[in-house]
């Protein structure tokens, strides 16, 4: 109840650090995945893919910033999405032959839902299926529960991976 009170990103801050020093995993896992939503909500974002892209971009930017200390911004991925758009920024991350350590962190802390690969099997209507499937490959290998697909149902189309999986 705490943490869905927390309004700003240095108050989520602030909880992390705490619930790190005090060993609590779970409060951790929680003000983090607040920030990120706190994130995509400041953006004033209406279109549902570019919010929850703006909360994977602050997860992103927020394990960048532990790793080196200070505040960092993905500025070569903020360059990308401008100059490309947000399905081909997201569709090369599945495509990279190793897992980055951003995917393995959120995955070992429960918060895959702040990858791009979740993005893109939650969305799987917007993209090429060879990339559909290389980031079910990727959140499987993780762990990561599957998310419930956004595309519209059709009659010939299952509607998630599960029941693609189940059609053949």
Request: charged letters at 35%.
């Amino acid at each position: 109840e705490k943490i869905a009170q927390l309004r700003t990103a240095d108050e989520c801050r602030g909880l992390m650090t705490n619930a790190e020093r005090l060993g609590n995993e779970e409060v951790h896992r929680l003000a983090f995945q607040r920030l990120c939503v706190l994130a995509g909500e400041a953006e004033e974002i209406d279109d549902e893919r570019e919010r929850e892209f703006a909360q994977v971009l602050a997860a992103h930017e927020e394990l960048l910033s532990q790793k080196n200390g200070r505040k960092t911004k993905a500025t070569r991925l903020r360059a990308k999405y401008k100059a490309k758009g947000l399905n081909a920024c997201l569709a090369d991350w599945p495509a990279a032959p190793d897992t980055t350590a951003n995917l393995e962190t959120l995955a070992q802390h429960g918060l895959g839902a702040f990858t791009g690969d979740y993005l893109i099997v939650k969305h799987a209507d917007e993209f090429d299926t060879k990339i559909v499937a290389a980031a079910t490959k990727r959140l499987k290998k993780h762990d990561i529960d599957l998310p419930e697909q956004t595309a519209p149902e059709t009659e010939d189309e299952p509607e998630t991976v599960a029941d693609k999986k189940a059609a053949g």
